[in-house]
Nanobody, 120 residues
Framework: QVQLVESGGGLVQAGGSLRLTCVAS????????MYWYRQVPGSQREFVAS?????????DDSVKGRFTASRDNGADSQTVYLQMNGLKPEDTGVYYC????????????WGQGTQVTVSS
């Protein structure tokens, strides 16, 4: 199994910044790409950003130019970051770290989520 633990959420004013961290531990050889999703009450989780093992990142159009994903690949754990600048109230939500299980296509590992609240 792979454990994903997010941290770094909080309350920030519009225009401010936060950096989210996700630490993947356990059987990390079972994961490659890492993803960030966010969810607001009453809505489905939506894609925010992804980053491959080589560091190539992709972003949803709503966050391009404001968010930056990065990662550190360690021997026993992997850490991914999401630097969020120029935050807007519509960025508010619970942010989840995600990693597809290479051994079980269609199955994903998820973190517990971290709340981000942006006040106007």
């Amino acid at each position: 199994q792979v454990q994903l633990v997010e941290s770094g959420g909080g309350l920030v004013q519009a225009g401010g910044s936060l950096r989210l961290t996700c630490v993947a531990s356990g059987s990390i050889f079972r994961v490659n790409g890492m993803y960030w999703y966010r969810q607001v009450p009453g809505s489905q989780r939506e894609f925010v950003a992804s980053i491959g093992s080589g560091g190539r990142a992709l972003y949803d159009d709503s966050v391009k130019g404001r968010f930056t994903a990065s990662r550190d690949n360690g021997a026993d754990s992997q850490t991914v970051y999401l630097q969020m600048n120029g935050l807007k109230p519509e960025d508010t939500g619970v942010y989840y770290c995600n990693a597809p299980d290479l051994w079980n296509p269609g199955k994903d590992f998820w973190g517990q989520g971290t709340q981000v609240t942006v006040s106007s």
